[in-house]
């Protein structure tokens, strides 16, 4: 849980599919998907799939993000795929953050090359392990709004430490008195004013960080029903339900982040360093807990860099489709070529993993 709050600290035209993007300044034109073996699938999504792949000039392991342009380009989230990438960009310097290191395409695919991080999902061990943070305020520092908090979005790394990853639906340019709008995020953990359709700021990830840390006690996000108007009613109306049986640390913390009303919820004041002094967190030594000192309090046991046991089968079963290896050629003869326009960039950083 501490590692994930020192994370917190710190959507162009329409196209068709085949169309080049404009490499930028910071392009690498000799990336290619045969540069890799694609060895297995470990995630999926609405536009493509993660793969597990060996870059074979140095036999070392990475995480690719696979995106179909056609799929992207009929949804129209063009842009919400260059806020991702941009998120990644500035993300380079937090360790509990996941890092990209290169993203490259070809005519059809867009691929972001990433850290794989082999711990396996905070909600893969959600229920055999009650361990968990300062990436939302960084995040926050950057000016950007996360939005999509959730334990599938919580990466635990070969040591136990969090990971924060998938950036596809964070907000760029959110100022600490700037608010936005757009209806978005996962229905277990969306905030009463994202609800309410009403402007909304920061304070919405303090709530989603709220209904995270809520799952992790009590097994279920607060409010939870198979009944998704009963619980966005509960979420609306109903008081938060407290357990007996909890410290009064932790429940004051619940119902600080769980908060209703966004002016008077853990962080409306200060963001993040209204958590980082909660009473909850009074023992943790900040600096040793963002240069991973701390020893997290489970250790996925990973076997090797390429360990997938903690991946769930449902992807690691899947064969890798052939089509992610192949680099066709361009076509100079189509005319948008900004739909993606910047999204190729080669990291000078090293990875924190």
Known sequence: LYSFFSFLQQRSPASTSGDEVNLGPSANPHARPTDFDFLAVIGKGTFGKVLLAKLKADNKFYAIK??????ILKKKEQKNIMAERNVLLKSLTHPFLVGLHYSFQTPEKLYFVLDYVNGGELFFHLQRERCFSDAIGYLHSLNIVYRDLKPENILLDAQGHVVLTDFGLCKEGIEAESTTSTFCGTPEYLAPEVLRKQPYDRTVDWWCLGAVLYEMIYSLPPFYSRDISEMYDGILHKPLPLRPGKSEAVCSLLVGLLQKDQNRRLGAIADFLEIKNHVFFLPINWDDLYHKRITPPYNPNVKGPADTQHIDPEFT????PSSVSRTPEFNASTSSN???????????EDSFL
């Open 317 to 320: 079963r899947e064969m890798v």
């Open 338 to 348: 900004n739909a993606f326009n910047g999204f190729s960039f080669v990291s000078n």
């Open 66 to 71: 696979v995106l179909q342009k056609k799929v």
